[in-house]
């Protein structure tokens, strides 16, 4: 079964940092590009950030572009997103999803895993 | 920047038939998806490349794409359905995903 797990979220101040980690299970890591979605509190979805298998593609929504960095690490099974100068705006719930083959970032997304949530407050 | 439209809303009475309607400049030229998202849950797939089912997905929801609209179309709706719906397609390049804003179905 695939499982894909997020963690690292939190309570934090604008400007600070943080680093979401993502899980992945049961299904090859490295033949699937990934991919992180944002749901602010109450309202849709967002894409946010996505990457091919290995690494050579890295694509940003221009909200994010140039202050988040999205990595994996294929020998350890792990998506992450580095969130730098982070804002208001960005309180979020951030989802990983599994993309449909190693080079696809406009393809659809499934699964999804259940989330962390991400809250930046003064 | 590419947007998708939804509709904000649709109410259907039970055994009905809801249809969700997206709209976007590159449908013509990319292929739409479907997400169901019920509260406090994950978004789950329900239809990608336009009209394709994932394996559990029942019958009743059926996608179709003409022109610069995609639907989701839901057969025989049932108390369970009533959920958002989210389109998403990527833009003219392929490089992006956009999603709709999403369209909470009611179901009376």
């Known amino acids: 079964e695939v499982q894909l797990v997020e963690s690292g979220g939190d309570l934090t101040q604008p400007g600070r940092s943080l680093r979401l980690s993502c899980a992945a299970s049961?299904?090859?890591?490295?033949?699937?590009?990934m991919h992180w979605v944002r749901q602010a509190p109450g309202k849709g979805l967002e894409w946010v950030s996505s990457?091919?298998?290995?690494?050579?593609?890295?694509v940003y929504a221009d909200s994010v572009k140039g202050r988040f960095t999205i990595s994996r690490d294929n020998a350890k099974n792990v998506l992450y997103l580095q969130m730098d100068s982070l804002r208001l705006e960005d309180t979020a719930l951030y989802y990983c999803a599994k993309g449909v083959d190693t080079v696809t970032t406009g393809g659809w997304f499934d699964p999804w895993g259940q989330g962390t949530l991400v809250t930046v407050s003064s | 920047s590419y947007e998708l439209t939804q509709p904000p809303s649709v109410s259907v009475s039970p055994g009905q038939t809801a249809i969700i309607t997206c709209s976007g400049d590159?449908?013509?030229?990319?292929?739409a998806y479907w997400y169901q998202q019920k509260p406090g849950q994950a978004p789950v797939l329900v239809i990608y490349?336009?009209?394709e089912r994932p394996s559990g997905i029942p019958e009743r929801f059926l996608g179709s794409s003409s022109g610069t609209t995609a639907t989701l179309t839901i057969s025989g709706v049932q108390a369970e359905d009533e959920a958002d719906y989210y389109c998403?397609?990527?833009?003219?390049?392929?490089?992006?995903?956009?999603f709709g804003g999403g369209t909470q179905l009611t179901v009376l």
């Open positions: 990457i091919t298998w290995n690494s050579d593609t890295l």
């Open positions: 049961g299904f090859t890591f490295d033949d699937y590009a």
């Open positions: 590159a449908l013509p030229k990319q292929y």
């Open positions: 490349k336009d009209t």
């Open positions: 998403q397609s990527p833009d003219i390049s392929g490089t992006y995903a956009v």
